[in-house]
Structure formats: C-alpha cells, structure tokens
C-alpha cells in the first residue's frame, strides 16, 4: 500500500516538473519568436532608414526614472516608443524627445504634447508638459528633436533592469535553474540505479 502511494506520489511529482519545463520551454520558444520578428522589423526599417538618411529607428524603448508623467507614466516603467514620420504628432500624444533646456540640455524627456505650430509641411513647433508638472517646459521641442510617439507602457520593467544590470544576479538567475534541473536528473538517476539494485537480488 505505501508503495502505491509512493509511487503515485512520485508520479505526480514527474509530471510537475514535466509541466512546469515544458511552460518553460514554449515560454523561451514564444519569446525567441517575438524577439525574432521584432529583430527583422528592426532590420528592415534600418534598411530603408539607410536609404532615406532618416536617424532615428522605428521602434526605441526607454526606462522612465522621473515622475514627471505621473499617474500616467510611473517611475521604473519602461515605455515602447514608434517614429512617426512626415510630422504627424497631434496633440495630446506623449513624444519621447531630446531636451534643449538648461540643465537638461541632452537628456531624453517623455512628455506630453500640449500645443502645436505648424512651421511648413515638415516641421512644427511643440509645447510639451510633464501630467505631474505644474508648468509647461519652457523651452518649445521642434520636430527633429522628437524620438517617437509613446505606444504603450510596460509596468515595473526598470526594477528587472536594475536586478539584471549586477552581474551575480545575472548569474544567479542561470545558477538556480540550472541546478534544481541538474539535482533532479541526479536524483532520478540514483533511483534507477537502486531500483536494477534491487532487481538484480
């Protein structure tokens, strides 16, 4: 009876880690897949960035580390940004762009647009405001300066970002699967090896 039980026991157990594995794996597999498409999509906007002598890619992410943008925008959220081309921001948009005021002079700032003016068909002028800020940045961002439009965020990514950015954590990371993998195939081992043992008498 208890071997009954022991062996139902360890059935389940095998078929846990059978199925947290598998998880795993399809997980890596849709996450390779992903990063794949969205490597080609890189590549091919490069290409024709090449040819049109346009800077900028069409997709860029960034890790907010102001709370400018608060509700909206926290700290330590990362935000997936889009290139629009032929000036077509609109208002109420949130552009990532290279800041030319003062002591942020340099800096990439995410804000929201709050005025445009139109200077010709390619370029505008725009007055941008941090939804936390209680006044509008004081110096106007033109076209050319503007990175991308926001497309959506991704809560909490910074925190993963900085984990990784050590690299024991790295390292950790690879340590621990790796080990509890590596204990269990041991220890099936020693249970195949005990039971011809016991066969074998």
Request: net charge positive; with cysteine; hydrophobic share 45%.
């Given at each position: 009876m208890k071997n009954k039980t022991s062996k139902k026991k360890?059935?389940?157990?095998?078929?846990?880690?059978?199925?947290?594995?598998?998880?795993?794996?399809?997980?890596?597999?849709?996450?390779?897949?992903?990063?794949?498409?969205?490597?080609?999509?890189?590549?091919?906007?490069?290409?024709?960035?090449?040819?049109?002598?346009?800077?900028?890619?069409?997709?860029?992410?960034?890790?907010?580390?102001?709370?400018?943008?608060?509700?909206?925008i926290k700290v330590n959220d990362a935000i997936v940004i889009k290139r629009i081309d032929n000036d077509n921001y609109k208002v109420g948009d949130i552009v990532t762009f290279l800041s030319k005021e003062g002591k942020y002079k340099g800096s990439t700032?995410?804000?929201?647009?709050?005025?445009?003016?139109?200077?010709?068909?390619?370029?505008?002028?725009?007055?941008?405001?941090?939804?936390?800020?209680?006044?509008?940045?004081?110096?106007?961002?033109?076209?050319?300066?503007?990175?991308?439009?926001?497309?959506?965020?991704?809560?909490?990514?910074?925190?993963?970002s900085t984990f990784f950015s050590k690299p024991i954590n790295y390292f950790l990371c690879l340590l621990i699967p790796s080990t509890i993998f590596l204990f269990y195939d041991i220890t099936r081992i020693f249970k195949e090896m005990n039971k011809k043992k016991r066969n074998s008498y």
């Open positions: 360890t059935s389940k157990f095998k078929y846990l880690v059978y199925f947290i594995f598998r998880s795993f794996l399809i997980a890596v597999l849709c996450l390779l897949l992903t990063f794949g498409f969205v490597l080609l999509v890189y590549l091919g906007d490069l290409l024709i960035n090449n040819r049109s002598s346009v800077k900028m890619p069409l997709f860029s992410t960034y890790i907010i580390v102001s709370p400018s943008m608060v509700p909206t700032i995410t804000h929201r647009i709050i005025d445009k003016q139109k200077l010709n068909k390619k370029e505008s002028v725009y007055t941008t405001k941090g939804d936390n800020n209680r006044v509008i940045d004081p110096v106007s961002v033109t076209t050319d300066s503007i990175y991308g439009k926001v497309l959506f965020k991704i809560p909490k990514v910074g925190y993963i």
